[in-house]
């Protein structure tokens, strides 16, 4: 398919294990790996010409067990270590390159701080050009070597020693990576949803854009529709290619190339993040705990203006030092970077800073929060939550976020957005986990935390059993009400979701548009009764002249409150019908003026109101009150100046 990116043939379908050299230029990288693979990664005329690697160089390398690895070959020179960070991003294991001839050198040392800061976890090394030098000296390089590799992940490594011009040791080299690749496997994150940090892109004559990188997490489908981020350009990926064989997918880990439609190779350069379309937004607010190296020249200082390099992007930031005025050489702490420009990133990625100018590597650290709100400085609380982020495992942060979630409901998709995790794996968290309370409404599965849950049920009810206590004669508080005084962040549609799972459980009832306790029951003692029958007696009296409140309670003994009690019990309970502002009806009348209406019509398609009027022996100023309500009841409809019965279309 794409003969540029052949390495070896017949390549089985399973995952790749991904090396990546480190160490100072002309110490035999580009050499070692030619005698391992056969493939002589410097591609670029200049590379040739110069002897040295300016570009990352990719090669394909079969284990002796016929498991797939791949060597992603890094340029040496201290001009070239952002090329060097964009190749080590996402390697399972490092070859530390170390020439026999000249021992540990500056870009050993920065390229060891940068393997450190990004966290590998495996790794050898590697002693080169052991042809140039005689046992006596080799022997002073190797117990240098180890000094230098004191407290680093290779201190207690393997230590080759090899000639890779006399083909010498190379075999055995190849077992030690063997036994690495094989021995407790890496156990970083694969689970997560697809993203593919690009290494390279360029254009392929018949097949258009093709972009490289080593596959962070999730699969990759042909087909797929992908989002070249942080630009959002979308793109379908028409071709996929792990070591030079077309495959239809490819997997976490893998080595892998994408033939992508409808997008220029300038529109997705080294930097950029493939990813599935609606998945990874960009951000400008990273929350990170970082740490300054060693031998780091001098303090950091805050809102310093540094390089971040993560993945294979590099970014311009500004460091906002949460809980000190400088970081020290060697010390941590927790802080904000604010890009200069959008990035891709997801919470648990390593990254790594340099300095503005001079360009060299003082620090790194992890991504706590990959959409970070502007946090203040010496904030307690927001320190407090970072810790909580940086020590949480994945149920302790799905706890966490369930409980800061204070104005919404996330559903599983909501949650699956949060911790960029695919669906499958967060709803197996979620059934291992106590505390979690899943509410299915709308076809729709919202996940909420039991803590929070009950925190709100208690809120609501004691707010509910206040509410009865006060007003013993209302059937409860008006939905709306409650919403806006106590859930004022939740949609309708989410605050109907949480009305609904309480009820459904029995922590309270409703009626209508109103909530009450379970086991409330408007409380009338005979002195109220007596009041309001008396009150109910009289607007059935006075049917279609119906009389006003204040009227029809004059003959009770009672206060203005109790009285708007009274009015207020008989309106809820469906005794009286409010039609218009101070004009109430007796449900027994509209019902009687329903049937009347309904025997005029049976006569006459359209009445007018002189007509209803005197169908009801009654005046104007109560019947179009009447007339008003039933049009917007959708019983009757005003056509001109008449009335006819409404009818459904």
Known sequence: MYKALRGNQGVRDMDCFIIGTAGHVDHGKTQLVKTLTGQDTDRLKEEKKRGISIELGFAALKLPNGANAAIIDVPGHERFIKQMLAGVAGIDMVMLIIAADEGVMPQTREHMNIIKLLQVKKGLTVITKIDLVDEEWLELVEEDIKDFLKGTLLEKGPILKVSAVKNQGMAELLNEIQKLAVADPD???????????VDRSFILSGFGTVVTGTLWSGEVKVGDIVEIQPTGKKSRVRGIQVHGEQQQVAKPGQRVALNLADVEVDEVPRGSSVVLAGTYAPSYKLDAKLKLIEDSPKPLKQRQRVRVHLGT???????????????????????????????????????????????????????????????????????????????????????????????????IEGLVKELKINESIVVDYLSKMAGINIVEADGNKYIISQKVFEKWLTTLSNELHLYHEKYPLRQGLDKEEVRSKIFAGFNIKEFNVLLGAWQKEGNLK????????????????????????????????????????????QGVKASKAEKEEFLKYLVANGILVKVAENMYFHIQTIEKAKNMLKQGFAKKDAMALSDIRDLFDSSRKYVLPILEYFDGQKFTKRVEDKRVLFKKD
């Open 187 to 197: 156990q970083k994150s694969r689970e997560g949803q697809l993203r593919l940090p």
């Open 510 to 553: 409703i009626t209508g548009s109103f909530i009450h306790l379970p086991d409330f029951v408007s409380a009338l003692d005979e002195k109220t009764r007596q009041s309001i029958a008396t009150i109910e007696e009289e607007f059935v009296k006075k049917g279609f002249q119906s009389p006003t409140f204040e009227e029809a309670t």
């Open 313 to 411: 992007s590099e970014k311009l930031a500004r460091v906002n030092l949460l809980n000190g005025d400088e970081l020290a050489p060697g010390e941590e702490m927790y802080v904000q970077l604010q890009m200069e420009d959008p990035i891709i990133a997801q919470r648990g990625d390593h990254f790594v800073i340099r300095s503005y100018s001079p360009m060299f590597t003082i620090g790194g650290g992890t991504i706590l929060e990959p959409y970070g709100e502007k946090l203040k400085r010496f904030n307690e609380d927001a320190i407090e939550t970072l810790q909580i982020k940086e020590e949480s495992n994945p149920e302790d942060l799905i706890n966490y976020i369930l409980e800061k979630t204070k104005d919404r409901l996330l559903t």
